[in-house]
């Protein structure tokens, strides 16, 4: 029971309980994403999601279309008001990236504001490329090098395939070692 004498949906157990499979199951079944608390403002599930805690429920919630932004009795931006005041700085994250707005007096922690969740299912994944180029790749690039086959006719071949796969054989060589380059010769008379 709650201090209201009210009893928690289904939905707000599963929440309280750190039940993602519970949580499914209730949504399901048709709980009210948009479940209203004792003063009648919306969202009662996602707010209660972004104070207790959990990532993957709250981005379940916001996967079937919990609004970030969200009042409550206190004010506008409920849910990223109760992460940021319980330090869940992942999930105020994950609130701004899908739309959730601060109020022009919320102080956003620097933190915050750099860290990049997931994406959530269906959205395009960008990857994000270095700054500068990694050492420890290996790329093969066409050589078109002339050489001599014993027994054959001077031949322009290139080496390998364009990969960006690394051979485990390369793995172990040294740095500047150049990898053995084997066709059969014929044996010697």
């Known amino acids: 029971m709650t201090e ?42 996602l707010r209660t999601a972004c104070f207790e ?3 993957a ?16 009795a206190d004010g506008a931006s409920a ?7 319980r330090e869940h700085y ?21 933190d915050v504001l750099g860290i ?11 990857p994000e490329l270095p700054g500068t180029a990694a050492d420890n790749l290996i790329e093969f690039t066409p050589s ?10 001077e031949t322009t071949e290139s080496f390998g395939t364009e990969t960006n796969a690394i051979s485990a054989d390369l793995l172990f060589l040294d740095v500047d070692e150049i990898p053995p380059i084997s066709w059969e010769t014929p044996a010697k008379p």
């Open 79 to 85: 849910p990223l008001r109760l992460a940021l005041r």
């Open 4 to 45: 209201k004498g009210l009893p928690p949906s289904k939905l707000i157990r599963a929440i309280r309980a750190a039940r993602l499979s519970g949580v499914v199951i209730a949504l399901d079944d048709g709980a009210d994403l948009e479940e209203v608390d004792v003063h009648g403002h919306a969202g009662l599930p």
């Open 144 to 153: 078109n090098l002339s050489f001599h086959k014993p027994g054959a006719a």
């Open 53 to 55: 805690g959990n990532l």
């Open 116 to 126: 990049k969740s997931a994406p959530l299912p269906g959205e395009a994944v960008v």
């Open 57 to 72: 429920i709250v981005r379940e919630l916001l996967i079937r279309g919990a609004d970030p932004n969200a009042s409550a």
């Open 90 to 110: 992942e999930i105020a994250a994950l609130l701004i990236q899908e739309g959730a707005r601060p109020p022009n007096d919320m102080t956003i922690p620097p």
